[in-house]
């Protein structure tokens, strides 16, 4: 029973690490790709590709942090790399989380109808507005360094004084969730950021639903449209990193015990599955990126059966 668990979650984990590799890479490519042939390329379309290689670094790095959290690997050999790893994987999960916030005011910006003086102000100076959160991103990304390297030297001190392999063990476990701990309680701040955009996509929606009730009949006009895909975007956003962070910190106060239950099994499958799954999101949510995934489904699909040049 634990091997069949074992065997699928490793099968399920592969599958989500691939197809998110196809699916960013998609992104990133078909941007890349447009942006040459145009000469310029759109603020949402910069950040969706900047997005698209930080969620690439991210699989990367959460693959080779999972494998060894897995295999509970020799501690003095991951001594030496758990530094690089994290700030690997600290430095693209950092910006994968505020792309995707930013992304998330763009779209309110664009799409919300206010009639408030700073929202008209905001909307206006959208470029300030990503500016600004980038430049506080940033901020927050040096603190983060910071308080990892305190964290990582203190441990690396520990671990050379200590011979005892239980608690280098114990130790390692307890400085991964001093890290995730302090990594996660940073991205609050851009998570909740995101979760306010939701609240007032939302009651934009209920406030132009509520105007157009007596002017047209059907609900579903452009501005309804545009609302419903920014909101589904948003939820799919937040609730993919719920989950990222419950499996993250499952994951890691299950490495101390000896034996794992069935669910811990399926703890990287949650984690892996925010930067894998959130790109093919990202990509129905655009119409451009959708309409060229789909182009390009039908081309291979075509090319598989044999089609000729002028089948369907």
């Known amino acids: 029973m634990v091997a069949a668990v074992q065997v699928m979650s490793a099968t399920i984990l592969n599958v989500e690490f691939i197809t998110g590799n196809l699916g960013n890479g998609f992104i990133a490519l078909g941007n890349i790709v447009d942006w040459v042939k145009r000469g310029k390329i759109s603020a949402v379309d910069g950040i969706l590709t900047a997005l698209a290689i930080s969620r690439i670094t991210v699989l990367w790095s959460l693959y080779i942090m999972v494998s060894i959290f897995s295999i509970y690997p020799d501690l003095d050999a991951a001594m030496q790399t758990v530094r690089l790893t994290n700030h690997i994987w600290l430095i693209s999960n950092h910006f994968s989380i505020w792309l995707a916030t930013i992304l998330s005011i763009l779209y309110f910006l664009k799409i919300a109808n206010f009639s408030n003086s700073i929202f008209l102000y905001l909307r206006w100076r ?13 901020f927050l990304l040096f603190i983060d360094i910071l308080v990892t390297n305190i964290i990582i030297d203190r441990w690396m001190d520990e671990f050379e004084a200590n011979v005892s392999y239980s608690y280098k063990l ?4 307890n400085t991964s969730r001093h890290l995730v701990l302090t990594n996660t309680m940073l991205t609050l701040i851009p998570f909740t950021m995101s979760m306010t955009m939701f609240v007032l996509l939302i009651f934009s929606l209920w406030k132009h639903l509520k105007k157009i009730k007596h002017i047209i009949k059907s609900s579903r006009d452009v501005s309804t449209t545009a609302h419903i895909q920014a909101l589904k975007t948003v939820v799919a956003f937040l609730l993919l990193y719920v989950i990222f962070t419950f499996s993250l910190f499952a994951q890691l106060w299950g490495y101390e015990f000896e034996e794992k239950n069935v669910f811990e099994y399926f703890c990287p499958v949650g984690i892996i599955a925010f930067p894998s799954l959130h790109s093919f999101v990202l990509i129905m949510g655009n119409s451009k990126l959708r309409q060229t995934s789909l182009l390009t489904l039908s081309l291979l699909r075509c090319k598989i059966q044999g089609c000729g040049p002028f089948s369907p």
């Open 170 to 173: 114990k130790n390692f476990a």
């Open 126 to 138: 959208f470029t300030k507005v990503v500016l600004v959160a980038f430049l506080v991103s940033l």
